[in-house]
């Protein structure tokens, strides 16, 4: 049995996001990850708000610290502070309402207007249970997350379908880059990240291999 380790004993932290219009579930992806809870009450979010889950990646634990914000305009303007530091991001649409993945390219836009241009980004088509009401295919989700050099997944927060896979997905990717350039590193001074040190991927990320990842 694992020892036990403390709530901020972690080997590295990572900023992730979540992105796309209101009402395409992001809050209860948050909640079914972080806290493995589901509503269906659930309101439009004000603001920001974020919670964290730790997961072990080749015996390192990886805390995830995951932001969800409103996607009505009117909280636009939270834009940059939300975004600052981010090195992962899930940008999801509503695969039964076909203008939430139209909005896709315009948050796909904003993300990389405020991030570095290589964050580690899943396409995430919510609500996959809700398969009588389809609107968007899953061939449509490929299609554009493999011309965008995205990561691609479908999930259901009310089911609980691929949504730890999701995230888990997103820190691994992280996860490769921040190794590899720690190893690059320390080949090079000696010297690797110290413990729970945030990491800023900078140009490491364009080299992961993206899409045609992960479809259900």
Not at 47 to 76: C, H, M, P
Not at 160 to 173: I, M, S
Request: proline share 1%.
């Amino acid at each position: 049995m694992a020892a036990y380790r403390a709530e901020d004993d972690y080997d590295y932290l990572f900023k992730v996001v979540l992105i796309g219009d209101s009402g395409v579930g992001k809050s209860n992806l948050l909640s079914r990850f972080t806290r493995n809870e589901f509503s269906l009450e659930s309101k439009s979010t004000i603001g920001v708000e974020f919670a964290t889950r730790s997961l072990n990646v080749d015996s390192k634990v990886i805390k995830a610290q995951i932001w969800d914000t409103a996607g009505q305009e009117r909280y636009r303007a939270i834009t940059s502070a939300y975004y600052r530091g981010a090195v992962g991001a899930l940008l999801v649409y509503d695969v039964t309402r076909h203008a939430t993945f139209e909005s896709v390219e315009r948050w796909l836009k904003e993300l990389r207007d405020h991030t570095d241009p290589n964050i580690v980004i899943m396409l995430i088509g919510n609500k996959s249970d809700l398969r009588h009401l389809v609107a968007v295919s899953t061939e449509d989700g490929k299609s554009f997350a493999e011309q965008e050099s995205l990561y691609f997944m479908e999930t259901s927060a009310l089911e609980a379908t691929n949504v730890d896979n999701a995230f888990a997905e997103v820190l691994k990717q992280i996860y490769r880059i921040v190794h590899k350039k720690a190893m690059e590193a320390s080949d090079e001074a000696g010297s690797a990240p110290s413990k729970g040190e945030s990491i800023d991927l900078g140009k490491e990320v364009s080299e992961v291999k993206k899409g045609g990842c992960c479809s259900s």
